[in-house]
């Protein structure tokens, strides 16, 4: 079974220092890869994906995530973070789960605090 | 606004008690996913529908169960409540049934059992 490793739980950074956000999976198969933030008191809202092709993808807020097949990992990285980026930070992985099927899993969130 | 539509956003009951969440999807999505998010879980995925089907089962407790309805909106039906039960409940939407292009979350429902 495919899993989802978020290895820190909480990243404190200041005001227009960069981050890195990392998330590692496991699986055999292909997969698709996600990242997801959510605002305090909202839902989950996607940030960005990697279907295929490239494998540095970005968002439109200055974010970017590489997807590295030999180390398994789609670290989420920004070069200078704001006090709005503050919110938690969901990796996922997309894998077939029967027929055309496929469901996304989730890692545990890492909660990014931006002090000024 | 996603398009996901959950209600309602807050609610409080006693143990034992049963509840009832409603979500209706994104226009045009077929897909409805139920997941429940707790502090020591994280967030764990309960059960899928597509088009009035169930179409894969995750970590869902026998006193809980979901349906799809003709017109997509679906329900999870959360019975003999516990206290561990209390916990943000979000349904997300996706076209047809795959979901390697993401899905679309809902707002939330916050469920306190007391």
């Known amino acids: 079974a495919q899993s989802v490793t978020q290895l820190d739980s909480q990243v404190p950074v200041f005001e227009e220092a960069p981050v890195e956000l990392r998330c590692n999976y496991s699986?055999?198969?292909?997969?698709?890869l996600f990242w997801y933030v959510q605002y305090p008191n909202q839902g989950l809202q996607l940030l960005l994906k990697y279907l295929s092709g490239s494998t540095l993808v970005e968002s439109i807020n200055g974010f970017e995530a590489e997807f590295n097949k030999s180390q398994t990992s789609f670290h989420l990285r920004k070069p200078s973070v704001h006090i709005s980026d503050t919110a938690e930070y969901f990796c996922a992985v997309s894998v077939r789960s029967g027929g055309s099927n496929y469901k996304l899993t989730f890692g545990k969130g890492t909660l990014l605090t931006v002090n000024p | 606004d996603s398009g996901v539509t959950q209600t309602p956003k807050h609610l409080i009951t006693a143990t034992g008690q049963r509840v009832t969440l409603r979500c209706s999807p994104r226009?045009?999505?077929?897909?409805v996913y139920w997941y429940q998010q707790s502090l020591d879980q994280g967030l764990q995925f309960l059960i899928q529908y597509y088009n009035g089907e169930e179409r894969a089962k995750g970590n869902i407790l026998e006193r809980f169960s979901a349906q799809q309805f003709p017109d997509l909106h679906s329900e999870l039906n959360l019975s003999s409540l516990e206290l561990g039960d209390s916990a943000l409940y979000f349904c997300?939407?996706?076209?047809?049934?795959?979901?390697?292009?993401?899905?679309?979350f809902g707002s939330g429902t916050r469920l306190t059992v007391v």
């Open positions: 226009s045009g999505d077929l897909s």
């Open positions: 699986s055999s198969v292909s997969v698709y």
């Open positions: 997300a939407s996706s076209l047809l049934g795959a979901s390697f292009y993401g899905y679309t």
